[in-house]
């Protein structure tokens, strides 16, 4: 059953903490993405990754930090420095990067912090 | 700076009725336009479009892209309330470093009333 998974689905933390999300793909795709969703916004680019051990900022990196050690795992961590960090946070995958390859989606965490 | 901007925001039609939704974009680097399904989480890719006026269908939902005036329409025909989600556009572009990334347009939610 192949496809990308995160967890948890619901996120509560505390102001200040850091927290990491889980994404995990057993497509074999290359690329990873990390997006953020909030109400009446459409999906804003956080970080992606074309391969292992590399990642790119994307529109909106500062307060979070990523990692790509393993083809298979993109943790996204926010940190206390994001200043509204409450979200829905949404994973993606591509077989390539720089390819016109259509990126698939994660069931996505909503992470509120108060 | 990339945009990409979807109208209407919001439509309530009645089950049966066909719509019309937009797409326009202002990027630089244009690789492709995407539509995507949003229920309740992950999206679902519908359609990626690549070139101008060849009309891409799946069963009641076509879309077509037009890349000399810049923008995409995507068709809903026979409306039924399973097709009530938000409908996001996004556009592949080739950003620096050679890496493929999307920009999202905020999304059209479409309600569907029985």
């Known amino acids: 059953d192949g496809g990308i998974t995160q967890s948890p689905k619901y996120l509560f933390r505390k102001e200040g903490q850091n927290v990491t999300l889980s994404c995990e793909q057993n497509?074999?795709?290359?690329?990873m993405y990390w997006y953020r969703q909030d109400p009446g916004q459409g999906l804003r680019l956080i970080y992606y990754?074309?391969?292992?051990?590399?990642?790119q900022k994307g529109d909106i990196a500062e307060g979070y930090s990523v990692s790509r050690e393993k083809k298979e795992s993109f943790p996204l961590t926010v940190t206390s420095a994001q200043k509204n960090p409450t979200a829905f946070y949404l994973c993606?995958?591509?077989?390539?990067?720089?390819?016109?390859?259509?990126?698939?989606f994660g069931p996505g965490t909503r992470l509120t912090v108060t | 700076e990339d945009k990409v901007v979807q109208s209407p925001l919001s439509l309530v039609v009645h089950e049966g009725d066909t719509v019309t939704l937009n797409c326009s974009y202002e990027v630089t680097n244009f690789r492709s336009l995407l539509w995507y399904k949003q229920e309740k989480k992950a999206p679902t890719f519908l359609f990626m479009l690549t070139s101008s006026g060849i009309e891409k269908k799946s069963g009641r939902l076509s879309s077509i892209l037009d890349k000399k005036e810049l923008f995409s329409i995507l068709n809903i025909t026979a409306t039924q309330t399973g097709d009530s989600a938000i409908y996001l556009c996004?556009?592949?572009?080739?950003?620096?470093?050679?890496?493929?990334?999307?920009?999202f347009g905020k999304g059209t939610k479409l309600t569907v009333n029985p």
């Open positions: 990754s074309q391969i292992v051990n590399d990642f």
């Open positions: 993606a995958s591509s077989r390539r990067a720089g390819n016109r390859d259509e990126q698939y």
């Open positions: 497509l074999n795709h290359d690329a």
């Open positions: 996004a556009v592949g572009l080739l950003s620096q470093g050679g890496s493929e990334k999307l920009v």
